[in-house]
């Protein structure tokens, strides 16, 4: 019987259990006793936060990281994002993925204010160093560092990103580091 767990992956984490290279990193296997074979679906950076989901089915992990599921995150901006760059978001912009230029898909974006549910996390920066905004985006792609690169193509880059829902899944109501079983709707 597979085992299916949703996680909030606090700041500082990297979305593995294994690290090979010399640096010490804060692994998932450090937030609790996962079983043998459980793989992230999909990631999250280390300066990253929010909803994970692992499994030990690897058809789960195909079927979540499909254009069919949307990932939403909210994400802090340096700077007051204007509608004219939220529409460019929209639309695709041109990022870099692995050398080569690359479009991204549509999605949806939205300017918010800060949800009131998001802890205050990590400190980023006090008001001193200027103004800071907040967006909600959706996305059913996820190439290496795709929101913070498309942020930073429109003139705001990323400073905070939270992902948030990954489909039916909200990180509402989990607390940083807490684990939760879920059942996979498809079994």
Avoid at 16 to 23: A, D, P, V
Avoid at 145 to 160: E, H, Y
């Amino acid at each position: 019987m597979h085992q299916h767990f949703l996680l909030h992956k606090p700041h500082g984490y990297l979305s593995q259990f294994i690290y090979e290279k010399k640096r010490k990193k804060k692994m998932l296997g450090e937030l609790y006793p996962f079983p043998a074979g459980t793989m992230a679906i999909g990631r999250l950076d280390e300066d990253s936060e929010g909803l994970l989901l692992l499994t030990t089915d690897g058809v789960v992990s195909e079927q979540v990281r499909s254009r069919d599921i949307e990932k939403e995150y909210i994400v802090q901006l340096d700077g007051i994002i204007d509608q004219q760059a939220i529409d460019i978001l929209k639309k695709g912009v041109q990022i870099g993925v692995k050398g080569t230029k690359y479009l991204t898909k549509e999605c949806s974006a939205t300017l918010i204010e800060k949800p009131e549910w998001i802890s205050e996390g990590r400190r980023i920066r006090d008001e001193r160093h200027g103004p800071t905004s907040w967006i909600s985006i959706t996305l059913t792609e996820g190439k290496f560092r795709q929101i913070r690169k498309m942020t930073a193509a429109v003139g705001f880059p990323t400073l905070r990103l939270i992902r948030v829902r990954v489909g039916d899944f909200h990180l509402k109501g989990l607390n940083a580091g807490e684990v939760k079983l879920f059942d996979w709707k498809n079994e």
